[in-house]
């Protein structure tokens, strides 16, 4: 296991509705990335918190938002959540000194319905 | 652009058989090359990375990947397959020029190992 924890591991909401996401880091990290992962693909890169600051944004609307904490551990929202926002969510966390491997958490199911 | 591609979406193996899965890459800087591996209902886990150096690089539970630069690839091996190795496999690239550390990662090939 990597360390990095996530919560919930499921979660059921309904169109319209705002979600919230959480992840702790595993110790000593201070970079958190957020993904999402549809049935069947890759990961899609969402964003990229570094102590506490957004550090890099990929092809996500600003309905997904997210946050860091002093202790690294972060959050990601999702407002007005759309049916293809059903996804598994992932999040890593790496120490962000040179090329950084990234260690996953167990990811949060989404279903919007 | 930054872009990976996983050839093959599926990989089927017999049991004690080598077993490579295939990745190749584009970034304009020097690449940083990962492998993970996800088991169903679970997250990423990290099995190798080549960031410099030689170009075959070992990693977790007997796997490696060979490096070509003039072919822009980084397979997956392993030289004795086990059914347990049966799971999805993800190769993800990132820039290592740029200071955006997005990982870029290709759809994934799903590796089947038949007793």
């Known amino acids: 296991e990597t360390g990095v924890t996530q919560s919930p591991t499921h979660l059921i909401k309904t169109r319209g509705q705002q979600v919230t996401l959480r992840c702790s880091s595993q110790?000593?990290?201070?970079?958190v990335s957020w993904y999402q992962q549809a049935l069947g693909q890759g990961p899609q890169f969402i964003f990229q918190?570094?102590?506490?600051?957004?550090?890099g944004r990929g092809n996500f609307p600003p309905r997904f938002s997210g946050l860091q904490f002093p202790n690294y551990s972060s959050e990601l929202n999702v407002n007005a959540l759309e049916l293809d926002d059903s996804a598994l969510y992932l999040c890593?966390?790496?120490?962000?000194?040179?090329?950084?491997?990234?260690?996953f958490g167990p990811g949060t199911r989404l279903t919007v319905l | 652009a930054q872009s990976v591609a996983q050839p093959e979406d599926q990989v089927n193996v017999a049991e004690g058989n080598p077993l490579t899965v295939k990745c190749t890459y584009s970034?304009?800087?020097?690449?940083?090359l990962f492998w993970y591996v996800q088991y169903p209902n679970r997250g990423l886990q990290f099995l190798l990375k080549?960031?410099?150096?030689d170009n075959l690089v070992k990693g977790s539970y007997g796997f490696e990947a060979e490096f070509n630069k003039s072919q822009t690839s980084f397979h997956l091996k392993k030289p004795s397959a086990l059914v347990s190795d049966s799971a999805l496999y993800f190769c993800?690239?990132?820039?290592?020029?740029?200071?955006?550390?997005?990982?870029?990662w290709g759809a994934g090939t799903k590796l089947i190992i038949k007793p």
């Open positions: 080549y960031i410099t150096g």
């Open positions: 970034v304009s800087g020097n690449p940083y």
């Open positions: 890593a966390s790496s120490f962000r000194q040179g090329p950084d491997t990234q260690y």
């Open positions: 918190y570094y102590r506490e600051e957004e550090n």
């Open positions: 993800a690239v990132r820039d290592g020029g740029r200071s955006n550390y997005q990982l870029i």
């Open positions: 110790s000593g990290h201070n970079t």
